[in-house]
């Protein structure tokens, strides 16, 4: 028997037929559990991601007469490769019985050939939010929340079925041409087992929580919260978070920093980014929900986002975190006093007037101004807050004069796709939830998805197809040698 090695990372050459039905394209992307290539359907010609299970410090490929198996290499690690291996198997069985999660990459197959297992997933065209945050600028509050929250919402789920991501970072989501972020990279999952410390040390530098650095850390729902909330961290600064490991001795979070952030919005990264476990939310139902429920009364969220922190912690950081409020309960106290002020004045100058000047014949009596009552002085408002209408249902026209009359700084982002309901022209969704609040100049951009009416049928001529624009993602697996993690994308 020969033994081939190819270029690179030993990846299958172009051409190749797996399961007699997907045909290699390229490789779009290696490490150390595996490969992933896209390939076409034979029949359909529809593009799918093809991840392969190729430990590349346990096993070689082994070429002979078209066959590409793979075989452990040396015969010691034999028992750890089918260990991988069946991990491999028997986990992504597990997010292929979870269908249709939103906005979490699709499996659409999976198999065993040449010794190992494949992975056939949904091919997602876009840039990594990495990517499209130092290309464009930061987010807002509002936009980071609009794009994470369908993140969060299936993570939860996933984590109900006993998976950990454990590498949630803006490299591992694609920001598709369907305008939503897709977490595409499960190369690091693992199983959540109580009473099992043995974890792999799989992180990325300013994303992963102080559990992940060590092997028995305690890992759990909240090791991926704090990616979650590091993730936003990026979005709303493009700079990623310091290390973990760097606030050991400070459990300030990063999020001080962040400017124009209202005190909500800083206590919930405040709460996701605490050092200890403990301290941070401890399901993504719960983040999700304190995104949901926190904007609606903005004061008791603050309390209750910071019940379980120390008092000790709370006293370090209150001063910096909480932002002042401009025309809060100070302006209150001057509009009493000024109120009462402008009443001094008006009973001295109408004594005054009433007291030096003479009387005149058929004069109306004077009449006596009504004091202000200083009981219920009249509020100033906090700021000058706008709100998001809604947009859906109505012509693009329509749309874009609504955002501009109400802030002509709004950069507006038009995409198309058909859709057999909706009248062509019409708005279909918004990338800023209807009713979210902002202030003038805060809002960068607001995406809208417009319909283009019924797809052309069969019959018909089709339309060209425009070049893409952007190069296709990058399916990057960080390296694990100990495999009790897989590689899922």
């Known amino acids: 028997m020969t033994t081939q090695s190819f270029s690179g990372c030993h990846e299958l050459p172009a051409g190749t037929c797996l399961h007699q039905t997907y045909r290699i394209q390229k490789v779009i992307g290696a490490g150390g559990f595996g490969i992933t290539y896209a390939g076409i359907h034979k029949d359909t010609c529809q593009t799918f991601a093809i991840k392969e299970y190729f430990p590349s410090s346990l096993a070689v490929r082994n070429v002979q007469e078209g066959s590409y198996a793979l075989q452990p290499f040396p015969e010691k690690n034999a028992e750890v490769f089918q260990k991988g291996r069946q991990r491999f198997l028997n986990e992504a069985k597990i997010l292929k019985s979870l269908p249709d999660l939103e906005s979490i990459v699709s499996i659409y197959d999976l198999f065993e050939e040449n010794g190992t297992i494949y992975l056939v997933m949904e091919y997602i065209d876009g840039l990594t939010l990495g990517q499209y945050i130092t290309e464009n600028g930061p987010l807002t509050f509002?936009?980071?929340?609009?794009?994470?929250?369908?993140i969060i919402r299936s993570l939860s789920k996933i984590h109900e079925n006993g998976l950990l991501h454990r590498d949630i970072s803006p490299d591992n989501l694609i920001l598709g041409i369907d305008n939503r972020l897709h977490l595409i990279d499960f190369g690091a999952a693992s199983k959540n087992i109580p009473g099992n410390r043995k974890n792999t040390v799989i992180l990325k530098a300013g994303y992963a929580p102080p559990e992940q650095y060590i092997p028995n850390g305690s890992t759990g729902a909240w090791t991926d919260i704090y990616a979650i909330c590091a993730t936003m961290?990026?979005?709303l600064t493009g700079v990623s978070p310091s290390e973990a490991i760097e606030r050991l001795d400070s459990s300030?979070?990063?999020?001080?920093?962040?400017?124009?952030?209202?005190?909500w919005q800083s206590a919930l990264l405040e709460k996701g980014l605490q050092i200890r476990p403990a301290d941070r939310f401890q399901t993504a139902g719960e983040l999700s929900l304190a995104l949901e429920k926190a904007s609606e009364s903005a004061e008791n969220a603050v309390t209750e986002l910071r019940t379980d922190l120390s008092k000790k912690d709370r006293a370090r950081i209150h001063k910096s975190l909480h932002h002042p409020r401009p025309f809060r309960i100070s302006a209150s106290f001057s509009a009493i006093i000024g109120v009462g002020a402008v009443i001094l004045c008006a009973v001295l100058l109408f004594a005054l007037s009433t007291h030096f000047r003479p009387p005149k014949q058929n004069e109306p009596p004077a009449q006596v101004p009504t004091p202000?009552?200083?009981e219920q002085p009249t509020r100033v408002p906090d700021a000058d807050l706008l709100t998001m209408p809604g947009l859906t249902g109505i012509k693009l026209?329509?749309?874009?004069?609504?955002?501009?009359?109400?802030?002509?700084?709004?950069?507006?982002?038009?995409s198309y796709v058909y859709s057999s309901s909706k009248k062509p022209g019409t708005v279909i969704s918004q990338s800023v939830r209807k009713g979210s609040s902002f202030s003038k100049k805060q809002l960068r951009s607001l995406s809208l998805t417009v319909?283009?009416?019924?797809?052309?049928?069969?019959?018909?001529?089709?339309e060209p197809k425009p070049a893409a624009s952007k190069k296709p993602a990058d399916y990057q697996v960080r390296d694990d040698n100990d495999l009790s993690s897989i590689p899922l994308e």
């Open 142 to 150: 509002p936009e980071t929340a609009e794009l994470m929250a369908p």
């Open 233 to 235: 961290y990026f979005a």
């Open 252 to 263: 300030c979070p990063p999020c001080l920093s962040i400017p124009n952030l209202l005190p």
């Open 372 to 374: 202000i009552s200083s």
């Open 397 to 414: 026209s329509k749309a874009k004069k609504r955002i501009k009359k109400l802030d002509a700084s709004i950069r507006i982002n038009v």
């Open 451 to 462: 319909s283009k009416g019924k797809r052309p049928s069969a019959t018909r001529s089709p």
